[in-house]
């Protein structure tokens, strides 16, 4: 029996979405289906289409939405991908879109995965699991210097030279578990602490396996074409990298008369939330509005440049 992921801010994300029955929507990053399932609920006559691109994780979400199916589609990509999916299925301009830059609970759960370093497991960390670059590559292979930096720039790990030196002389690392024991032991003590010693570095490794910032930058760029006059577009984010480039991004669409903020501090879940499900601590949500051109004449301009 699947043990199905709780989706963070649940109640915020339809709430900002505004669903209406007969709309179009795209949840970006579908998961196993907790956001989608709340917006298929809402619908009537009109569509959601959900973007992952773990296969995995799909197929949970399409059993989840089986009693929806009729009005959901499900589409393995990348969410970067988005205005291509959008081309192929001839969407019209959505009404909403939401995209939760977290990682499930499938994903941290199924040992397998290596997404965790609470279980031992093989150093994957790949969400598509037909990419090329897994963690085992870039924790065995890579270049002390190299592996510092990464530690550095993408985990915010300032004891990233530590512990990448402490990596490399460790090789070769054999699992998500002797991993993180290597890492624990490099970084410095300071004090009681309140996240794991490894958490960092994971968090580094698994944005460098899948290209995480990268991705972001492309959808960032690319979902804003995709919206109709009036459409909503949902945020969350989980760390400080995530949500400064999207913080940036919104605001920058804003600057240039494309967006109204809808959100000007992120929304962050309650204490009730956070006990009921402490994965969802991290979380900041942000949302705005499309008031660009839109309306029937980008209606005309998509129908136009379908082939």
Partial sequence: MAVWHEPV???AVLEWLQIQPDGT???ATVGTGGHALGIARRLTTGRLVGIDRDAQALEQARERLK???RRVTLVQANFSQIDDVRRELRLPPVDGLVADLGVSTLQLDTAERGFSFRQSAPLDMRMDRTGPLTADEIVNQWRERELADL???QGE???ARRIARAI???RPIRDTEHLATVVAGARKAKGRQKLHPATKTFLALRIAVNREMEELEQFLLRAPATLAERGRWVMLS???LEDRQVKQAFRRLAQAGEVELLTRKPIMPTADEIESNPRARSARMRAVEKIGAGGPQEQEKWSNSIP
Wanted: hydrophobic share 40%; charged share 30%.
């Fill in 67 to 69: 009693d929806f199916e």
């Fill in 238 to 240: 989980y760390h400080s």
């Fill in 25 to 27: 929507y795209v949840d």
């Fill in 157 to 159: 790990e300032y004891d």
């Fill in 9 to 11: 801010l649940a109640g």
């Fill in 168 to 170: 490399v002389r460790a």
């Fill in 151 to 153: 530690l550095f720039h």
